[in-house]
């Protein structure tokens, strides 16, 4: 769990992994949508297949990106849960001002 | 249903919910306000919070601790960034050590809250939270969550299946 957070805690790389869940990318396609070099976008998508969130196939002279949609699932359920949260503080809150009738 | 609407960005990590009390404006302005009030409902009843420093106002900052079910204390911190009495209010939050002091690590959460005359007597409340990272959400939810529904929470997930979108 600790890879999958560390992996997520970059913007570029969120960036990245939205892009490969639509479909797949090429490195080098990826790399043209971010101000910096091939090498560094190369170092991202290597964090996000440590963390399985993306998955990595050389096809001809590319190295094609695809995302990994169990592992983006649970990112997505973190968000589901804070909801919760504030889903339970707004039913606190009702408690609270019903008490004022 | 109190709750209106809620809407999640996985790339921007935030998180927006919309809610509509029957009280007036100024009514909701104080469950913010009041620290007692505050401590009511910010930490579910199995870590309950406990403001021991509210600063209630533009620049000030407040502490506070949420106590878990062994005991054990996660202290955290605010800083009022805006307040506009009794309509907006904006605050950092972030995790602190056991002297209070802001701990830097994974982060701060910065919110956004506005509240709204739908008519009169009923307001409107929009709480807009975005974190800076994964890690921080997740540190939140382990101390904000009852365990039970969290549970529940993933139970409904596997019936579910996998979702269409993500």
Same mark, same amino acid.
């Given at each position: 769990?600790?890879? =999958?957070?560390?992996?997520? *805690?970059? $913007?570029?790389?969120?960036?990245?992994?939205?892009? &490969?869940?639509? +479909?797949?990318? @090429?490195?080098?396609? =990826?790399?043209?949508?971010? *101000?910096? $070099?091939?090498?560094?976008?190369?170092?991202?998508? &290597?964090?996000? +297949?440590?963390? @399985?969130?993306?998955?990595?196939?050389?096809?001809?002279?590319?190295?094609?990106?695809?995302?990994?949609?169990?592992?983006?699932?649970?990112?997505?359920?973190?968000?589901?849960?804070?909801?919760?949260?504030?889903?339970?503080?707004?039913?606190?809150?009702?408690?609270?001002?019903?008490?004022?009738? | 249903?109190?709750?209106?609407?809620?809407?999640?960005?996985?790339?921007?990590?935030?998180?927006?919910?919309?809610?509509?009390?029957?009280?007036?404006?100024?009514?909701?302005?104080?469950?913010?306000?009041?620290?007692?009030?505050?401590?009511?409902?910010?930490?579910?009843?199995?870590?309950?919070?406990?403001?021991?420093?509210?600063?209630?106002?533009?620049?000030?900052?407040?502490?506070?601790?949420?106590?878990?079910?062994?005991?054990?204390?996660?202290?955290?911190?605010?800083?009022?960034?805006?307040?506009?009495?009794?309509?907006?209010?904006?605050?950092?939050?972030?995790?602190?050590?056991?002297?209070?002091?802001?701990?830097?690590?994974?982060?701060?959460?910065?919110?956004?809250?506005?509240?709204?005359?739908?008519?009169?007597?009923?307001?409107?409340?929009?709480?807009?939270?975005?974190?800076?990272?994964?890690?921080?959400?997740?540190?939140?939810?382990?101390?904000?969550?009852?365990?039970?529904?969290?549970?529940?929470?993933?139970?409904?997930?596997?019936?579910?299946?996998?979702?269409?979108?993500?």
């Amino acid at each position: 769990m600790d890879r =999958l957070f560390h992996a997520l *805690a970059d $913007s570029t790389r969120r960036s990245i992994v939205l892009r &490969a869940i639509s +479909e797949e990318h @090429s490195v080098s396609a =990826l790399a043209a949508h971010y *101000a910096m $070099s091939f090498a560094a976008v190369q170092k991202h998508v &290597a964090v996000l +297949e440590q963390a @399985s969130l993306v998955t990595k196939e050389k096809r001809g002279r590319e190295q094609m990106v695809r995302a990994n949609r169990e592992t983006v699932r649970k990112a997505r359920q973190l968000l589901d849960e804070y909801e919760q949260i504030w889903r339970q503080r707004v039913d606190r809150i009702t408690e609270i001002l019903a008490e004022d009738e | 249903m109190a709750v209106i609407s809620t809407e999640k960005d996985l790339e921007a990590l935030s998180l927006t919910i919309v809610a509509e009390f029957d009280a007036a404006v100024e009514r909701v302005w104080q469950i913010w306000e009041d620290p007692r009030q505050l401590e009511r409902w910010w930490g579910p009843p199995t870590w309950p919070a406990t403001f021991d420093k509210h600063e209630f106002r533009e620049g000030g900052s407040s502490s506070y601790f949420m106590t878990g079910p062994e005991g054990e204390k996660s202290r955290g911190w605010w800083k009022f960034t805006a307040i506009d009495s009794p309509r907006r209010l904006e605050f950092n939050d972030g995790f602190a050590d056991e002297s209070g002091a802001p701990t830097g690590e994974m982060g701060e959460t910065h919110a956004v809250v506005i509240l709204e005359e739908v008519e009169a007597g009923r307001t409107r409340m929009t709480v807009a939270s975005s974190f800076e990272s994964a890690e921080q959400l997740q540190q939140m939810i382990e101390m904000g969550m009852e365990e039970g529904l969290k549970e529940a929470m993933g139970q409904i997930d596997e019936i579910l299946g996998e979702r269409a979108s993500v």
